[in-house]
């Protein structure tokens, strides 16, 4: 006979667009969806429910959730019981449109509202009451979310009016968040935030914070991500640089190299303070990646020509360029725009500019004894976040003083 609650729970097929904090928002839901009896599946022809969550920073990505959304009518359409949840920051901008325009979906939860997830959840009436919490999963990387929104306005960028201002979480939830998924096996902890160096809880500042995370008993190692290079302070750097549980890795997006075109998008930092910051960087020894638009409204060629410029200077050790987006409701959307075909013309020649970086960023291990937390048992990554294959294997979750024998291309050799 079968157990009448396994016949009871809803299978969520879950797909994320988007940034590590819509990964980690997915989560989050899901862990909702698991205290009222659902379970995940990887198959979406076995699945009872969908839940999609969105991006919207870009057309290109907002569209491909849009018409993922067109493509489960069909699956809808085969067993009308089946739910679709659309959530996120496209829901945020699209709203209630979509549901005129999708009359199938049946959970719309944009992202201003995941703190109201579960009440949204069960208003709807398609999941039973919530049971006991989702039993956390044991990876060895997690996520922790720190804070939620943005209290910048970049010229260019949807964020601040999809996810609204800044709501820092409290510091003791943090560290509850964090020990918990430690209890569970995790070893190394992404704290996310859309700026999540601005991070304050009364006096506890982001290098308290992560430097209280590095002690919950069994992380190994502290990562964080996106960090505005506003805050990056000499106070922080001198209250973090001694702890080694401090990955030094760091991704900083620096948008453009022109000063002129870094007032035009409201970054609030010129070409040589984001210098000065990435010297810095450097100096206590973190690798630096970053993000590049190109074609804003008002880039020149001379502008552009800076960017190239600020590439070669500035030791990124990758870097992920993309296109201008229009994004409607933003100050740069009523801007003329480039042509396509300079924006196409600029991208090629940045992505020739960077292709290599990464490269030049494993070499340079060669030779040097790094600390490796393993993530399978022959493959793990360094503090400076780069690859390294191992001969031998080793637990997954431990911490080895790998001697980098060789590079090849983006991956690092050790005994
Ligand atoms: N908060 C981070 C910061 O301040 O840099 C970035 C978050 S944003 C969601 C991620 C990246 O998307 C940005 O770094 C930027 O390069 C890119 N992006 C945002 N808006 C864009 C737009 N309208 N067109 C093209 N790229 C965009
Ligand atoms: Fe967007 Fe700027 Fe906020 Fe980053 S800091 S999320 S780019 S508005």
Redesign the pocket.
């Known amino acids: 006979m079968g157990c009448p609650y396994f016949v009871l729970m809803k299978k969520v097929f879950i797909q994320t667009y988007g940034?590590q904090m819509n990964e980690a928002d997915s989560e989050e839901m899901f862990n909702h969806l698991s205290a009222r009896g659902a379970v995940m599946t990887d198959k979406l022809e076995e699945a009872d429910v969908v839940l999609v969550n969105t991006c919207t920073?870009?057309e290109h990505a907002e569209h491909k959730a849009v018409s993922f959304l067109g493509r489960l009518c069909k699956w809808k359409r085969e067993d009308p019981s089946r739910v679709i949840i659309f959530a996120g920051c496209a829901a945020e901008r699209l709203g209630k449109k979509l549901q005129k325009r999708y009359p199938y979906l049946d959970i719309l939860s944009g992202a201003k509202s995941i703190d109201n997830f579960a009440h949204i959840v069960d208003e709807s009436g398609l999941f039973s009451a919530a049971g006991s919490p989702a039993p956390v999963k044991s990876p060895v990387l997690a996520y922790a979310t720190i804070m939620r929104g943005?209290d910048?306005a970049?010229t260019?960028?949807?964020?601040p009016a999809v996810r609204g201002p800044v709501r820092c979480l409290p510091c003791e939830d943090i560290l509850a968040d964090v020990r918990r998924k430690a209890a569970a096996g995790a070893k190394e902890i992404t704290l996310l935030g859309?700026?999540v160096n601005a991070y304050k809880d009364g006096a506890v500042t982001f290098a308290d914070l992560l430097n209280r995370v590095g002690e919950v008993e069994g992380i190994e190692r502290v990562r964080f991500t996106?960090p505005?290079p506003i805050y990056f302070t000499p106070d922080f750097l001198r209250a973090v640089k001694d702890n080694p549980k401090i990955a030094r890795h760091v991704h900083l997006?620096v948008?453009s190299g022109s000063t002129k075109v870094l007032k035009e998008m409201k970054r609030g930092y010129t070409r040589e303070i984001f210098l000065e910051k990435t010297d810095a960087l450097h100096a206590c020894g973190f690798n630096i990646s970053t993000?590049?638009?190109v074609g804003f409204p008002t880039e020149t060629e001379a502008d552009f020509e800076q960017t190239l410029s600020l590439v070669d200077r500035a030791g990124f050790m990758a870097a992920?360029c993309?296109?201008?987006?229009?994004?409607e409701g933003?100050p740069?959307a009523r801007m003329t725009l480039l042509s396509q075909n300079i924006l196409e013309e600029r991208l090629d020649i940045l992505l020739n500019k960077v292709r290599g970086l990464s490269d030049n960023a494993y070499l340079a291990q060669v030779g040097t004894v790094q600390a490796v937390l393993m993530e399978t048992p022959n493959k793990g990554r360094t503090s400076g976040n780069l690859w390294v294959q191992t001969e031998k294997e080793y637990p997954i979750g431990s911490v080895i003083n790998a001697t980098i024998e060789k590079s090849e291309g983006t991956l690092l050799f050790a005994r």
């Open positions: 940034c920073v870009r943005c910048f970049c260019y960028c949807i964020v859309q700026t996106s505005h997006p948008q993000d590049i638009i992920y993309f296109k201008y987006s229009p994004r933003t740069a």
